[in-house]
C-alpha cells in the first residue's frame, strides 16, 4: 500500500452505523468493484468501490460484504468473502490477500473464501426476511456497464424473489455525508499534495510550454507523494481552453498574455481533493485579468461564510450566483436595469458563470449528498466560484475544499496560494 494502514477501527465503526440502521430481519450485501476492461487482456488501474471501502479498507475484487445484525448465528453477524488464493494468479499479478491479512484491515472476524458465497447466503436467507442492496443512485451516473453491484443485485433478486428488496444507497449516503476525524485527517493530506503539486507548476510554467508539460509536473508531485493519482481528470487549460468547463484535452501551447486555469486534485487512501486556480502564464495578470480574478476571489471569500450548519448547498449555490452577478455588474458584462428585465428562466449571469459552486468531497470527487439537505459539522464541501468571458479569452475559476464545523467554516486549503499577488511573486523568474 502506498499510504500507512488505516486503523480497522474506522471500518468498523463504520459498518456499527450502518448495521444500527438495519431493521430485524434484513442483512445488507455489498460488492467489491470489479476489474474494469481496457481491451484485449488489459484492465484500468483498479480503483475500489467507495461504499466497499468505507465498510472494510480492501482493495480488492471479487470481495463481498455481508452485514446481517440480527443474524440468529452471531458468527455471521458480519462476513467478509475475499478472492480465494490462486496461486496462477498470484505468479502474474503478486501478492494476494490473505484471510488473516483481510481480518486486519477490515477488522472483520468472519473472513471466507468468495467461492462459498452464494452457500453462506443461502443460509442466511433462510432467516432473513429483507434484504438491502447497494446501487449507484447518484443523479448524474448514467452507464451501459452493469457494475458489480448491480449484477449482484440481478442475481439475488433473480434467487429470492418472494425476500423484500430495499435501497442501501441512502443509508451510505447519509453515512458518507458527515466525516469523522480519520476521513478529514485523509482529505487534508489530498489537500495538501494538491497544493505541493500547485507551487510546483507555478516554478515551471512559462510561455511555450505546453499543457500536458504542466501535467506531467503534477503527477510527478503525486506520485512522490504517495497519492494514488488524480481523483478526477485534470483540467489544465490555457487561453480559450480555461472558458471549456470540462476540458481535459490538456494538449495545447501555453501562449504569453493567456491565463492558465487548472482544475485537479490529488487521491490519497481513496479520499479526493479538488482545487481550482487560475494563473497568469507569463506570470503577470493584465488588468482586465486582475479584475475579473479580483472579482471571483472576493466572491470565494464571501460565500465561504456561507458554509455553517442550516443553510443548504442549494442556498449556498443560488446566493453565490447573485454574488458574481453583482460582479459582472461591475466589470461592465451587464446593466443592472438588463438584469431586472432579464427572463427569470435564463438569467444574464448564466452566460458567464453555467455551474454549482458547492458539491460534497469525500471518497468520490462529487460525493454523495442532497442539495436541499441542511449543512451540518464534518460535511466537506467545495466553495468554486468562476467566471468565463468566451470573447475576451478569459476564464477564471476558484476552488477550496471546505470543511463545516460549529464555529467557522475551515478552509482545508488555506495554505495554497490564491492571492494574485502572491500567485505573482511566486512565478517571478531570476534569469
Ligand atoms: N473537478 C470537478 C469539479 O470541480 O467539480
Ligand atoms: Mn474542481
Ligand atoms: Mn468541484
Known amino acids: 500500500m502506498r499510504y500507512p494502514l488505516i486503523s480497522n477501527t474506522f471500518f468498523k465503526q463504520n459498518r456499527e452505523k450502518l448495521s444500527g440502521l438495519l431493521p430485524k430481519d434484513s442483512l445488507a450485501v455489498f460488492a467489491a468493484a470489479a476489474n474494469m476492461p481496457r481491451n484485449g487482456d488489459q484492465f484500468f488501474p483498479f480503483r475500489q468501490q467507495s461504499d466497499f471501502f468505507y465498510l472494510t479498507g480492501i482493495e480488492a475484487e471479487k470481495a463481498f460484504l455481508v452485514l446481517y445484525p440480527s443474524c440468529p448465528e452471531p458468527e455471521l453477524k458480519e462476513v467478509l468473502f475475499i478472492e480465494a488464493y490462486n496461486p496462477v494468479k498470484a505468479t502474474w499479478d503478486g501478492h494476494m490477500l490473505s484471510q488473516q491479512e483481510a481480518s486486519n484491515i477490515s477488522g472483520v472476524q468472519t473472513i471466507r473464501k468468495d467461492d462459498q458465497f452464494d452457500a453462506v447466503l443461502r443460509e442466511l436467507m433462510h432467516s432473513a426476511q429483507a434484504v438491502f442492496l447497494n446501487l449507484n443512485e447518484y443523479p448524474k451516473y448514467h452507464t451501459v456497464i452493469a457494475d458489480s453491484n448491480k449484477l449482484l443485485a440481478d442475481k439475488i433478486k433473480a434467487a429470492y424473489p418472494l425476500h423484500d428488496f ?9 453515512l458518507r455525508v458527515i466525516k469523522s476525524e480519520t476521513e478529514i485527517k485523509l482529505i487534508e493530506q489530498a489537500c495538501q499534495i494538491t497544493g505541493k503539486a500547485f507551487e510546483r507548476v507555478l516554478r515551471f510554467v512559462e510561455p511555450g510550454k505546453y499543457e500536458f508539460e504542466v501535467q506531467a509536473e503534477i503527477d510527478h508531485e503525486f506520485t512522490i507523494r504517495r497519492a494514488q493519482g488524480h481523483a478526477y481528470a485534470p483540467i489544465i487549460a490555457g487561453g480559450i481552453n480555461s472558458c471549456v468547463l470540462h476540458y481535459t484535452d490538456n494538449e495545447s501551447r501555453l501562449e504569453s498574455g493567456d ?12 479520499y479526493a481533493s479538488d482545487m481550482s486556480r487560475t494563473i497568469p502564464v507569463n506570470g503577470k495578470f493584465t488588468d482586465r485579468q486582475k479584475d475579473c480574478y479580483l472579482a471571483v476571489l472576493r466572491v470565494l471569500k464571501q460565500a465561504t461564510k456561507l ?5 443548504t448547498t442549494d442556498q449556498i449555490n443560488k446566493t453565490t450566483w447573485k454574488m458574481m452577478e453583482a460582479e459582472m ?24 458563470l453555467m455551474h454549482g459552486v458547492a458539491h460534497h468531497v469525500g471518497l468520490d470527487v462529487h460525493d454523495p449528498g442532497l442539495k436541499y439537505q441542511p449543512l451540518k459539522p464534518g ?21 477550496n475544499d471546505i470543511l463545516v464545523t460549529e464555529n467557522d467554516p475551515v478552509n482545508l486549503m488555506a495554505p495554497i496560494p490564491i492571492e494574485a499577488d502572491e500567485i505573482e511573486n511566486l512565478m517571478q523568474r531570476n534569469y
Not at 461592465?332 to 435564463?346: C, D, I, M, Y
Open 166 to 174: 430495499l435501497r442501501a444507497a441512502p443509508l451510505l449516503e447519509g
Open 259 to 270: 491565463l492558465l486555469l487548472f482544475d485537479f486534485g490529488a487521491e490519497y487512501a481513496n
Open 329 to 352: 455588474i461591475d466589470l461592465g458584462l451587464f446593466t443592472a436595469e438588463a438584469v431586472k428585465n432579464q427572463h427569470p428562466e435564463s438569467p444574464l449571469y448564466q452566460k458567464y
Open 379 to 399: 460535511m466537506v464541501i467545495t466553495c468554486e466560484p468562476g467566471i468565463y468571458i468566451r470573447e475576451e479569452k478569459i476564464g477564471i475559476r476558484l476552488e
Open 307 to 311: 458554509y455553517v450548519p442550516g443553510n
